[in-house]
């Protein structure tokens, strides 16, 4: 029963806006110009040491990456993230198709390793690996599961670094509690400016941090998406960006 639209220019610009200065009223936009050049009014200056953050127009913008993908999957599972104390966030869940005949080939190469190290150390620990990874080749090359490289980052922001600290822990807690997924809060300036443009909506900027593997049927769960229960107030977005 999902509903999708294509952006206009008006939603576009509202979610850039919301992603570079999501602290002040959006400015009246200039159509000569592009996007960044209305919205991004200020210098991107970032902490140093371990202060990790993305500073625009005096707020203080950071991110939480799933560094580690839950070990079980369910259908609702996201409901809690969208549910947390403060509203100054934002999920980005990045994804990429894989192709099938080019992943089922690694994979056998893989394997063919693996049975080469069986033969010489005879460890049962190789042995199901080498029988899960058959088992994925024969889902993959039959089409029953589709796979995909997945990216989940969330994007805080506030106007303290104090602030955003508690923000951001805040998160990285929350992830940790969907079935063994482990959350890493960047810490390093570098790594928190890629995380910042990596996240701005429609962008097809893409970096390998916190790049996971992932099936079809478990990345439907990890969309944050969920039925309502009648006591939010507000109204779940989700953008997709693609091709068409």
């Known amino acids: 029963g999902g509903h999708a639209d294509l ?29 960044l050049e209305n919205l991004l009014n200020d210098d ?16 203080y913008h950071g991110a939480v990456v799933m560094n580690t993908i839950p070990q079980m999957t369910v259908s609702g599972m996201m409901a809690s993230m969208s549910l947390l104390r403060f509203k100054e966030y934002s999920i ?5 198709p894989i192709n099938r005949e080019y992943l089922g080939e690694h994979e056998e190469r893989g394997i063919e390793r693996r049975e080469r190290a069986f033969r010489a150390n005879g460890k049962s620990s190789l ?3 080498i029988e899960n990874m058959r088992t994925r080749v024969k889902r ?54 890629n995380a910042f443009f990596n996240t701005v909506p429609a962008s097809g900027y893409w970096d390998d941090l916190g790049k996971h593997y992932l099936e079809d049927s478990n990345l439907a769960h990890l969309v944050p998406l969920c039925s309502g229960d009648g006591k939010l107030d507000t109204h779940n977005e989700v953008l997709f960006n693609a091709a068409n």
Request: one cysteine or more; proline letters at 5%; charged letters at 20%.
């Open 7 to 35: 952006l206009n220019k008006t939603d576009l610009i509202e979610l850039h806006h919301k992603h570079f200065d999501p602290c002040s009223q959006r400015p009246q936009f200039q159509v000569k110009d592009s996007i």
């Open 44 to 59: 991107v200056t970032g902490g140093v040491d371990r202060d990790a953050y993305v500073c625009i127009n005096g707020v």
């Open 92 to 96: 980005a869940l990045k994804v990429r």
């Open 127 to 129: 042995a199901s690996t």
């Open 140 to 193: 993959l090359l039959k089409g029953d599961s589709i796979p995909f490289h997945v990216q989940f980052i969330v994007h805080c922001w506030a106007e303290s670094p104090e602030t955003l600290t508690e923000r951001l822990s805040c998160v990285a807690q929350e992830i940790q509690m969907l079935n063994g997924a482990k959350a890493y809060i960047l810490d390093v300036p570098t790594s928190c400016r």
